[in-house]
């Protein structure tokens, strides 16, 4: 069967999967868990593969120096990543697609059957992409005779904390068999349902989070020449590092900061030992990123030691996603089999993280986003975000023709 035939072929055999796939969605929809640690989500990604004859893996490691690092960021108890790995197809070849499967910690607000009775919510759309993606693994599935190497299927926790695809990555998911190139889809509430976008190069804005604890001397807001202020000197440090901003970073340059948390004392008349504050860094450009991340430090310990304080520093970072324009050039006709020519379109790098990051940094990656709503719905993180769901079916063939795609320019047909 020629290739462009089995592409337009899996397009058609995913709308015969929307029933299925709405119901995985809803299923997942009603069970959201937090962060990398995901037992239920993951035990239901891991039954469905069973149910189609995939093996399964459990995939995820956290290093007990990430656990200090997220307790530190005050999110303790970072001990687990439940993710879930599998393959279908065989050969050295091999092609991978991610999706994540995490909740955030939001109550959901929508008057839905199937909404979520937890304290948090699918408010980003992962239970949509672990829907799909089980979908994309029975169109495989079916047709895994006629691949001409391996798909890797990866499902990751803890894509809201920055880190989820890392702890799989340290697990081994790019290996046995190599991973050589992968794809991820993100729905999105607030664009057209069934358009499809990419950006080649830089797709997402990376993320660095700096907590900066400083440790003076507490005392008697009266005699403060006894004391070592930590509330002043953290004052000074969150001057310092904005000005930074402004003397030693490109204007045009897209790229802020900002202190989000900041907290000290308990009374009026007492100075503290010590103060916090959390910092945090988005940027779209790779040279004023690393700028900034070498000299934020230097500022920070040539402050605290000017007043006589003590500092330590915890920083957690997210790269940005990077699209490799080659491979979304060759992936563009699977694009357009799936969702039509006139719906595809090339877009700018969306202002949010995306830790699919940590992947494109290891192989050559395409990160696209399929609309599933439009510019009048509740965006993304919102209490009241609902998606279209008629898009499902969609997400599930541009998984599959993506691999298929991949795998069969790499043979002769």
Known sequence: MALENLVEMIAAEARALQDTLVADRRRLHQIPEVGMDVPETAAYVARRL???????????????????????????????????????????????????????????END??????RPCSHMCGHDAHAAMLLGAAALLKKHEGELPGTVKLMFQPGEEMGYGSQTMI???????PHVDAAFALHVM????????????????SSLDTVAVTVRGRGG????????????????QVYGAVNLLMTREVDPAACITLSCG??????????????????????????????????RLPELVEGYVRAWRADCSLVTFSCPCTYTNPELAAELLPAFEAVAGAEHVRESGPM????????????????????????????????????????????????????AVMWLGRRVAW
Not at 170 to 176: I, N, P, Q, R, T
Not at 220 to 235: F, K, L, Y
Request: glycine share 8%; proline share 8%.
């Open 50 to 108: 069973g149910e189609m004859g995939i093996a399964w893996s459990p995939c995820g490691t956290v290093a007990p120096a990430l656990t200090e690092k997220y307790a530190a960021l005050g999110y303790p108890g970072v001990t687990r990543s439940t993710g879930v790995v599998a393959t279908v197809g065989s050969g050295d070849r091999c092609f991978l697609l991610r999706a994540d499967m995490d909740a955030l910690p939001i109550v959901e």
């Open 189 to 204: 509430a607030t664009e057209p349902v069934g358009s499809v976008s990419y950006a080649p190069g830089v797709t997402s």
């Open 261 to 294: 948390a900041f907290s000290a004392g308990t009374v009026p008349n007492a100075l503290p030992d010590t103060a916090e504050l959390k910092i945090g860094l988005r940027s779209f450009d790779v040279e004023a990123r690393a700028h900034v991340l070498k």
């Open 351 to 402: 202002p949010a993280t995306e830790d699919f990051s940590y992947v494109s940094e290891a192989v050559p990656s395409v990160y696209a986003v399929l609309g599933a709503g439009g510019p009048d719905h509740a965006p993304h993180h919102n209490p009241h975000m609902q998606l279209d769901e008629s898009v499902l079916w969609m997400g599930a063939a541009l998984h599959a023709a993506c």
């Open 170 to 176: 340290d697990d081994g998911v790019l290996e046995h």
């Open 112 to 117: 839905l059957p199937f909404r979520s009775e």
């Open 220 to 235: 008697h807001t009266s005699a403060p020449q006894q004391c070592v202020d930590p509330v002043m000197v953290a004052n």
